[in-house]
C-alpha cells in the first residue's frame, strides 16, 4: 500500500474542477461529501489541504492515509470570519489585529480562548468535537484566502480541518496532479480551482494568547512581519495632554507590563505601542505638576511626557481610542471618518472630569477612576 500501511479498500477519486464560486452545485456537491465524513482534497493559497470533519472516525482514517500519529494536532479550517465566533467567542486585541491584516491569507492562528469562552464552547459542541478541537485548551484556525476553498468549507457545514496533502516525511502537494499521486484511490474527490497554491509553501504559524505573540512557524510571512501585523495600537485622548490622557497612558502601559512581568519600558517588545495626544494641546508641555506627583505615587512616572496635538494620522493608525468625554468623540467623528467601530468613552459609566484647577486630592480620584476604567478595560479585551 505504499505509503500508507494497512488502510482501506482502494475507492474511485473524483476530480472536479470549479471555475468560481457561481457553481454552486459543484459546490454543494463537495461541502455534501465533507459533511458525510468524504476526504476532500482543497486548493489553499499556499498548498493543498485535506479536507476532513472533526469527527473521531473521520480523523482516525485521516491520519491513517497520511501515516501520521493519532496524537498530532490539526487545525480547523473556516469558509468566513463569522464562523469563527462559534470556535473562539473573544479573541484577544492581537489576535483580533492579525484576522484583520492577514485572513483570509496564510496565516494559522492557535487561539488560547479563556476559560469562560472554553465553557461556552463546550456547551455547543458534541463533545467528540470539542476534544478532538481543544486537546490542551487550544485551537488553531486557518481562513485560507481561495474563494473556491472557502465557499466549499462554508457549504459543508461543519467543523472541518485539512492538514497538508502529503505523507508523512513527504513534501506537500502544490497541484492536483501531486494530491493524485499520493492519495487517488485513498480520498473522495480532489478539487482543482483558478489560482490555486500560488505561494507554494506553508502557512505561517502563529500563537495568540494572553502572554502575547510567539511565531511557532514561519510560511509566506516571516517572524518580523508577523508580529509587525500584530501590534496594537492604542490611543488616549483628552483636551490638553497635560493630565489625564498622559495618566491613562501610563497606567495602561503599567497594566500590561504586570500583565506580561515586564518592565514599563518593555511592554512595546510584547507588541502594544501605546500614546497620548489632546484635541486642544500646545506641543511639547510637561504634564501637570499634580499629574507629575500622582503618577510617581503609582509608579507610572510622567517626567519625560511631553504633550501632542491630535492630528488625523494619530486617529488612522490607532486601533482603539479612548477619550475621557463626549466632547472629544465628537471631535475625533469629525476629524476623521469611520472611527465608530474603534473609539469610546474610558469609563464605559460616564465621563472622566478634567482635574485642572483642582487640588491634588481631585487629581488622585480622576487617577483612580482613569485605573480602574483602564482595567475593567483592558480585562475584557485581553
Not at 498548498?47 to 490539526?74: F, N, T
Not at 493630565?243 to 515586564?262: G, T, V, W
Not at 504634564?287 to 510622567?302: I, N, Y
Request: hydrophobic share 40%.
Amino acid at each position: 500500500m505504499g505509503f500508507f500501511g494497512t488502510i482501506a479498500a482502494m475507492m474511485n477519486t473524483e476530480r472536479i474542477y470549479i471555475s468560481s464560486v457561481d457553481d454552486t452545485e459543484a459546490i454543494q456537491r463537495a461541502g455534501r461529501l465533507l459533511r458525510d465524513g468524504a476526504i476532500v482534497a482543497l486548493p489553499t493559497e499556499t498548498v493543498y489541504g485535506l479536507g476532513a470533519k472533526a469527527e473521531p472516525g473521520v480523523l482516525a482514517r485521516l491520519d491513517a492515509i497520511k501515516g501520521r500519529q493519532a496524537d498530532k494536532r490539526y487545525s480547523l479550517h473556516i469558509g468566513c470570519l463569522e464562523d469563527l465566533a462559534r470556535y473562539v467567542p473573544r479573541p484577544t486585541l492581537q489576535a483580533k489585529k492579525l484576522m484583520q491584516t492577514m485572513w483570509p491569507g496564510p496565516m494559522t492562528i492557535i487561539f488560547e480562548p479563556d476559560k469562560e469562552s472554553l465553557e461556552i464552547i463546550r456547551a455547543a459542541l458534541p463533545p467528540e468535537t470539542y476534544e478532538l478541537l481543544y486537546r490542551d485548551g487550544s485551537l488553531g484556525v486557518r481562513y485560507p484566502d481561495n474563494p473556491v476553498a472557502c465557499a466549499v468549507l462554508k457549504a459543508a457545514v461543519a467543523p472541518i480541518v485539512a492538514p497538508s496533502a502529503n505523507p508523512a516525511a513527504q513534501a506537500p502537494a502544490v497541484s492536483a496532479d501531486e494530491v493524485a499521486a499520493y492519495f487517488n484511490g485513498h480520498i473522495e474527490m480532489i478539487v482543482e480551482a483558478p489560482g490555486s497554491c500560488r505561494h507554494r509553501l506553508n502557512s505561517t504559524v502563529v500563537r495568540v494568547g494572553e502572554k502575547g505573540v510567539t511565531v511557532l512557524r514561519e510560511g509566506v510571512y516571516s517572524r518580523p512581519q508577523t508580529l509587525e501585523a500584530a501590534r496594537v495600537h492604542l490611543l488616549f485622548v483628552c483636551t490638553g495632554n497635560t493630565c489625564r490622557s498622559p495618566m491613562a497612558e501610563a497606567l495602561c502601559r503599567k497594566y500590561l507590563a504586570d500583565k506580561f512581568n515586564c518592565d514599563l519600558d518593555a511592554v512595546e517588545e510584547f507588541g502594544y505601542t501605546i500614546i497620548s495626544a489632546g484635541v486642544a494641546a500646545f506641543e511639547s508641555m510637561p504634564a501637570s505638576r499634580h499629574a507629575l506627583e500622582v503618577s510617581r505615587q503609582k509608579g507610572t512616572p510622567l517626567d519625560n511626557h511631553r504633550s501632542s496635538r491630535l492630528t488625523a494620522a494619530m486617529i488612522q493608525q490607532a486601533d482603539l481610542i479612548f477619550v475621557m468625554n463626549e466632547s472629544h468623540l465628537q471631535y475625533i467623528r469629525q476629524t476623521a471618518a469611520e472611527t465608530e467601530s474603534k473609539c469610546y468613552l474610558l469609563d464605559a459609566s460616564g465621563e472622566i472630569a478634567d482635574p485642572v484647577g483642582y487640588d491634588l486630592d481631585v487629581y488622585r480620584s480622576c487617577a483612580e477612576q482613569i485605573e480602574r476604567s483602564i482595567n475593567e478595560r483592558m480585562n475584557a479585551l485581553l
